[in-house]
């Protein structure tokens, strides 16, 4: 099984540049701005790519280590594994920046299941600030991350408990477990963890998975000792359903 990370760009170009100033409400966003989010909500859609990425600056940058080449990579392979997806972005503050405008989003996806791909389906939230200079995307971060993809019959419902944030060299736990009763199914599962990097959108890493003696996974872990992003990941595989979740942890000083 392909251990599909999934991703998604936040993006949307801009309007009228303005003076230094505090974050500010959506409400107060100029109309050009919002009319761009909903033009790439629609590209985006539609599986656009090119309608996707005349967004982006040549000089593009992501914190993941993505640039505009691999960016564009990575999107199209990914809506080769899910075509059909729907994408719904909101805005939740923007502040001018010099030239720039700083804008931080909501973007939610979702793929309804599909009998052709067994019942593949997909439900993710990314939460994301980017930097504009005139209509282009010259820079962006994910804040937040989670994703969850199912497929078969009936894939068990699980629960995941992650910290979003974590010091550098902190443990933490990570808990996934499943909701439904067991009875007498056996459940395989398997938790992993990943630094975030650019070969990993384009190369996914490849899953074993393994027979579980309890309801789910229970791992503690311990956070790298130099700061950055990682995915961590639980896969459950229960009769005839799995159940995948990611998310982004964030790792800082």
Request: charged share 20%; glycine share 8%; net charge positive.
């Amino acid at each position: 099984m392909n251990r599909w990370l999934v991703f998604f760009l936040v993006t949307f170009g801009l309007v009228t540049l303005g003076k230094p100033a505090p974050a500010r409400t959506p409400n107060s966003a100029p109309p050009q701005l919002k009319n761009l989010l909903t033009q790439i909500d629609i590209a985006a859609s539609k599986g656009d790519i090119k309608g996707v990425m005349q967004f982006y600056s040549p000089v593009f940058t992501h914190t993941d280590g993505l640039n505009r080449q691999t960016m564009e990579q990575a999107l199209s392979k990914f809506w080769q594994q899910y075509p059909k997806l729907r994408y719904s972005t909101r805005l939740q503050s923007w502040k001018s920046e010099g030239n720039s405008i700083i804008a931080e989003t909501v973007t939610k996806i979702t793929g309804l299941p599909s009998a052709n791909e067994n019942n593949l389906a997909l439900n993710a939230i990314i939460r994301s600030r980017q930097r504009l200079t005139g209509n282009k995307i010259t820079r962006q971060e994910v804040l937040s991350e989670r994703t969850k993809i199912t497929s078969g019959i009936k894939p068990p419902q699980v629960d995941v408990k992650l910290p979003q944030q974590v010091k550098v060299g902190q443990s933490y736990t990570f808990d996934a477990i499943v909701q439904e009763p067991l009875g007498e199914d056996f459940i395989l599962g398997k938790a992993m963890e990943e630094p975030i990097q650019p070969s990993k959108y384009l190369n996914p890493s490849k899953v074993e998975l393994e027979l579980l003696k309890a309801g789910g996974l229970f791992k503690v872990g311990r956070a790298p000792s130099t700061p950055g992003n990682q995915w961590i990941s639980a896969v459950i595989l229960r009769g005839e359903g799995m159940t995948m979740i990611t998310q982004r942890m964030r790792v800082v000083k």
